[in-house]
Structures are given as structure tokens and as C-alpha cells.
């Protein structure tokens, strides 16, 4: 149990594309998903905390207006990179927790290979 | 402030020999910690988790990890090493009272050889 999808895997466009990046929990309703950045060889960045129904809680420093988050249902979070630029190329990783309990572990989607030319 | 750190960037080990990747916490109060396994191009997988009681926890694929508030540790431990467990490990802390969100270490590379 607690799988997260999510989808694309990997994505190469144009500079000043939108893209959306969505993160599905399949087998357990998730009212917190969470959003993060991976450049190589380095750590996870926590780019922002999606609840459902609410309005994201992004990280300082992370552009809201860039990365725009959706969470309308307690299984689909989505993150819109809006204008995209070379600099936003990066993995993108989305993971979700059940809703009870912070004791319970994140769980990962598979992550996004963001790529912009 | 950094809360959690792996102090090695890579460990190397031997097929069939033991195996520890390091992490260390700095948080106060009791922390949940937790470890998770990056495989290329994947997202994270979850291996084991402290919460509270023994402090040597059990996860998947073999590995352990024990916790030491005194040393403020939560090394991860495989008795045998397999070369498939070649992957980028993650510490991470949950400090209490802080919602759901993970501060994650910045990762340490194990390579098993054959």
C-alpha cells in the first residue's frame, strides 16, 4: 500500500512553456502533500506544503507565482511550473502522508525530469 | 540550521560485509527520524522509521537502524551487504511539533562491490 504516482517522468520543452507535474496518492487519501526540488547529487529542497482545499505553504524563496500548486481533492496534487526557463530544469519530486498522524512516513512519487531548453 | 547531517558523502563496501551510513540530529525534544533509499532517476523509497520504544528499529530489505539520544545518532546498519543496495541514502528528522515536513540530509552514496 501507499503508492504515489506521479507524472510525467520526464518532460524536455521550450523555454517559456507551462508545465504540470501531477502527484496522485492510489491507494490512500492524503490531505498533505508536500513538494520538493532535486538538483544533482544533492539533498531534497522542500519547495512547499500542499493541503487539500487550502492554499499551498511555500518554502522562503520559492516564487509562488512560478510554481503554482493545486490540491483539489485528497488524492491529486498538482504543481504548475508557469513560464518555465533553463534554470527551472531540475528534478521535481512530490510525496504524500496519510492524514492522520505525523508520525506516519512521506511517501514518494517516482519524481519529474524537468528539462528546458 | 542544518537539523540533520550525514557526515560522509560515499561509502564504499565489500559484497557480504557489513555496512553503516552515518546520521547525526540536532534537534531538541524527540524527534521522528526516519530513512529513505534514492535509486537513479527514482523518487524516494521508505526504509524504516523511530518513533518511540526500542531504540533499534527494523526496516525493509534487511537494513536497521539505532537510535542514540545520548550521541544523538540514528546510524543505519545492514548485517550483509548486497551490491543491488547501491543507492543514495537519506536521513531525515521530523522535529516535533512541526506539522508533517521532513528536513532531510543531504544524502550519502553507498557502492557495494562485488
Known amino acids: 500500500g501507499a503508492v504515489v504516482s506521479q507524472h510525467p517522468s520526464w518532460v524536455i520543452c521550450k523555454s517559456g512553456t507551462s508545465v504540470k507535474i501531477e502527484c496522485r496518492s492510489l491507494d490512500f487519501q492524503a490531505t498533505t502533500m508536500f513538494w520538493y526540488r532535486q538538483f544533482p547529487k544533492q539533498s531534497l529542497m522542500l519547495m512547499a506544503t500542499s493541503n487539500e482545499g487550502s492554499k499551498a505553504t511555500y518554502e522562503q524563496g520559492v516564487e509562488k507565482d512560478k510554481f503554482l500548486i493545486n490540491h483539489a481533492s485528497l488524492t491529486l496534487s498538482t504543481l504548475t511550473v508557469t513560464s518555465a526557463h533553463p534554470e527551472d530544469s531540475s528534478f521535481y519530486i512530490c510525496?504524500?502522508?496519510?492524514?492522520?498522524?505525523?508520525?506516519?512516513?512521506?511517501?514518494f512519487g517516482d519524481g519529474t525530469r524537468l528539462s528546458i531548453l | 540550521a542544518q537539523s540533520v547531517a550525514q557526515p560522509e558523502d560515499q561509502v564504499n563496501v565489500a559484497e557480504g560485509n557489513p555496512l553503516t551510513v552515518k546520521c547525526t540530529y540536532s534537534v531538541s525534544g524527540n524527534p521522528y527520524l526516519f530513512w529513505y533509499v534514492q535509486y537513479p532517476n527514482r523518487g524516494l523509497q521508505f526504509l524504516l522509521k523511530?518513533?518511540?520504544?526500542?531504540?533499534l528499529v527494523k526496516g525493509s530489505y534487511g537494513f536497521e537502524a539505532e537510535f542514540n539520544k545520548s550521541q544523538t545518532s540514528f546510524h543505519l546498519k545492514k548485517p550483509s551487504a548486497l551490491v543491488s543496495d547501491s543507492a543514495l541514502y537519506f536521513c531525515?528528522?521530523?522535529?516535533?511539533?512541526?506539522?508533517?515536513?521532513?528536513?532531510f540530509g543531504k544524502g550519502t552514496s553507498l557502492l557495494v562491490t562485488p
Open positions: 523511530y518513533i518511540t520504544g526500542d531504540n
Open positions: 510525496s504524500a502522508t496519510r492524514a492522520a498522524g505525523s508520525n506516519q512516513p512521506q511517501h
Open positions: 531525515a528528522v521530523r522535529p516535533p511539533n512541526s506539522g508533517y515536513a521532513l528536513n
